[in-house]
Nanobody, 116 residues
Framework: QVQLVESGGGLVQAGGSLRLSCTASGSGFSINFMGWYRQAPGKQREFVARIISGGSIIYADSSVKGRFTISRDNGKNTVYLQMNSLKPEDTAVYYC?????????WGQGTRVTVSS
């Protein structure tokens, strides 16, 4: 069993910052990529960012690129999402996603609310 535990969500004013963390625990898993998705109220879950084992990084689009930074600590099986200059439209539940040859794993989500 693999568990992903997220933390770092909360309420912040527009223009503020938050740092999300997600740590994987368990046994017998191999991680090739770590990433983040988000789901805003009434909308479908959408891709935010991903970091691949070789170090390549992909961001969703210009709406987050330049404001969000994904990073990882392989030794801790942890991925981070530093979110700066937050906007009300960033309000969502943020989900951690990790995967590899043995499976695809999701966290329970952490809520981010950005007030205007």
């Amino acid at each position: 069993q693999v568990q992903l535990v997220e933390s770092g969500g909360g309420l912040v004013q527009a223009g503020g910052s938050l740092r999300l963390s997600c740590t994987a625990s368990g046994s017998g898993f191999s991680i090739n990529f770590m990433g983040w998705y988000r789901q805003a109220p009434g909308k479908q879950r959408e891709f935010v960012a991903r970091i691949i084992s070789g170090g390549s990084i992909i961001y969703a689009d210009s709406s987050v690129k330049g404001r969000f930074t994904i990073s990882r600590d392989n030794g801790k099986n942890t991925v981070y999402l530093q979110m700066n200059s937050l906007k009300p439209e960033d309000t969502a539940v943020y989900y951690c996603n990790m995967g590899g040859p043995r499976g695809d794993y999701w966290g329970q989500g952490t809520r981010v609310t950005v007030s205007s």
